[in-house]
């Protein structure tokens, strides 16, 4: 798992022409890509332990970056505590980023081995926290996670057992840090616009708290407009060729994760999954981050490689999300999944012969704001359907949003005021009302929190990432 991967910063997408991934097209060419997987929050605490427990954060209770909060773990056991049940060794390396807990106490429930850090880490000789021992390591973050993880395959894992191992960078997040064999690589190239012009949005229709957004740090200058100008191009200047250049070290660190289970035999029998915790905005719209309930922040890639349930080449149209990854992981082991699990396992979609009608056809988004508003966007509920997606801020004093993601994937005309378009509007809330129910959604982003530390701490628990 990488933090804050674009969907489209891999080679095969094409956006990036000078980017070249060759192990993530490997896991492409010989396994699957899914062309429309989301998160069901995409900020970094929720949608980790939404991968790890295959539950909406409103459930696990992790639903802000919080350093006092972990999901409730005893009654949502993560995946890796049903493998290791089943007789799996298991082993986390890399990023976790939820309580910031120190020595033994940040052992996650379900591992054998545990390699770690608090928060997001250092990308330099960074502190580690290696089965409760914590101390400085020396070198590149992932270059040392990388390394880790191989040895615990090589030397430590037991060889007469199924293994389960997750590989967690602290790469791509901010501040974007390459290898220094990597740094300004790209130097001499254009970063190219986005596609459908969302760098020349101007926010007509739009919110109102979209264009104080865009105003990022100097929010508190911006004067009440229906429009602002358009940022020029490239924005933030050389920060995205900056998290490029950090992924290719991802990508060298995947490659020496294949060559490893291949030297041992194992390549075969793996399954190898590659995703990201949440998506990026690489100046669509004007923005960075991620958050709000854009494509491009909800949107993530995952590439997954099993020779024998995934012919190469394969390509996964439906709407998969974060929550699905636990359940299909258990199936894959023959592992039941507990009745919690609010995701559905994905093998069938792993079969392009078979029928999926049965597949969902829409989904529900999440966002708690967790930041210093209005940089990171109110609260906010999306509907997404295979043609359009309904966005609601719960703002009185404000609109909502709806787009025709057919006729506009850019999401750069909103439709809420077009009365044409008022079946849709409200044939999306009733989907969206029936989801609530169904995932038994909870406004109250706090009531786990309260459990976790007093009340009068609640503030100062936030992170501000």
């Known amino acids: 798992m990488v933090d804050d991967q674009p969907f489209d910063a891999l080679e095969s997408s094409g956006r990036y022409p000078f980017l070249k991934t060759?192990?993530?097209?490997?896991?492409?060419?010989?396994?699957?890509?899914?062309?429309?997987?989301?998160?069901?929050?995409?900020?970094?605490?929720p949608s980790r332990?939404?991968?790890?427990?295959?539950?909406?954060?409103?459930?696990?209770?992790?639903?802000?970056?919080?350093q006092h909060v972990d999901p409730d773990w005893e009654t949502y056991q993560p995946y890796n505590q049903h493998l290791q049940s089943a007789g799996y060794q298991t082993a986390h390396v890399g990023k976790i980023h939820m309580a910031h807990f120190k020595g033994e106490k940040h052992i996650r429930p379900g591992f054998d081995y545990w390699y770690s850090f608090i928060g997001q880490g250092e990308y330099f000789d960074p502190m580690v926290n290696d089965n409760g021992k914590e101390y400085q390591e020396k070198g590149y973050m992932t270059d040392i996670l990388t390394g880790k993880a191989i040895d615990w395959l090589k030397k430590e894992r037991d060889p007469n057992k199924p293994f389960s191992l997750n590989l967690w960078h602290k790469a791509v997040h901010e501040n974007h840090s390459p290898a220094p064999r990597h740094?300004?690589?790209?130097?001499?190239?254009?970063?190219?616009?986005?596609?459908?012009?969302?760098?020349?949005?101007?926010?007509?229709?739009?919110?109102?708290?979209?264009?104080?957004?865009?105003?990022?740090?100097?929010?508190?200058q911006y004067v009440r407009s229906d429009t602002i100008a358009p940022k020029p191009w490239p924005i933030k200047g050389y920060k995205f060729k900056s998290l490029l250049e950090t992924l290719l070290a991802v990508d060298e660190s995947l490659g020496k994760v294949i060559q490893t289970l291949e030297e041992m035999d194992e390549l075969e029998n793996t399954v190898i999954i590659y995703s990201s915790?949440?998506?990026?905005?690489?100046?669509?719209?004007?923005?960075?981050?991620?958050?709000?309930?854009y494509e491009n922040s909800m949107k993530i890639p995952m590439l997954i490689r099993y020779p024998e349930k995934i012919k190469a080449g394969t390509v996964i149209n439906e709407n998969a999300l974060n929550i699905d990854l636990a359940?299909?992981?258990?199936?894959?082991a023959?592992?039941?999944?507990?009745?919690?699990?609010q995701g559905e396992s994905m093998l069938n979609l792993f079969d392009e012969d078979k029928e999926n009608d049965q597949w969902r056809k829409s989904f529900m988004f999440e966002y708690y704001v967790d930041d210093e508003y209005p940089y990171a966007g109110p609260d906010m509920l999306a509907i997404r359907s295979e043609k359009y997606k309904l966005i609601d801020a719960f703002l009185?004093?404000?609109?909502?949003?709806?787009?025709?993601?057919?006729?506009?994937?850019?999401?750069?005309?909103?439709?809420?005021?077009?009365?044409?378009?008022?079946?849709?509007?409200?044939?999306?809330?009733?989907?969206?009302?029936?989801?609530?129910?169904?995932?038994?959604?909870?406004?109250?982003?706090?009531?786990?929190?309260?459990?976790?530390?007093?009340?009068?701490?609640?503030?100062?628990?936030?992170?501000?990432?």
């Open 22 to 45: 060759p192990n993530m097209q490997r896991l492409q060419d010989e396994g699957a890509i899914f062309e429309n997987y989301y998160v069901t929050q995409s900020i970094c605490s």
């Open 49 to 66: 332990a939404s991968f790890l427990t295959g539950t909406y954060p409103h459930i696990h209770g992790v639903n802000q970056n919080n």
């Open 183 to 220: 740094n300004k690589i790209f130097k001499n190239d254009s970063l190219p616009t986005p596609p459908y012009g969302t760098h020349l949005e101007n926010f007509a229709g739009k919110p109102e708290w979209q264009r104080i957004k865009a105003w990022d740090s100097k929010w508190k």
């Open 277 to 293: 915790d949440n998506g990026y905005f690489m100046g669509e719209h004007g923005y960075w981050d991620k958050r709000i309930a």
């Open 327 to 332: 359940p299909t992981i258990l199936e894959l």
């Open 334 to 341: 023959g592992v039941n999944a507990p009745e919690y699990m």
């Open 396 to 465: 009185e004093n404000d609109i909502d949003e709806l787009y025709d993601l057919e006729n506009d994937p850019g999401e750069m005309k909103n439709l809420i005021n077009d009365p044409t378009y008022d079946t849709v509007e409200k044939e999306l809330r009733e989907k969206l009302e029936n989801q609530k129910k169904k995932y038994k959604y909870n406004t109250d982003r706090d009531w786990w929190l309260r459990t976790q530390i007093p009340k009068k701490n609640h503030s100062k628990g936030i992170e501000i990432r």
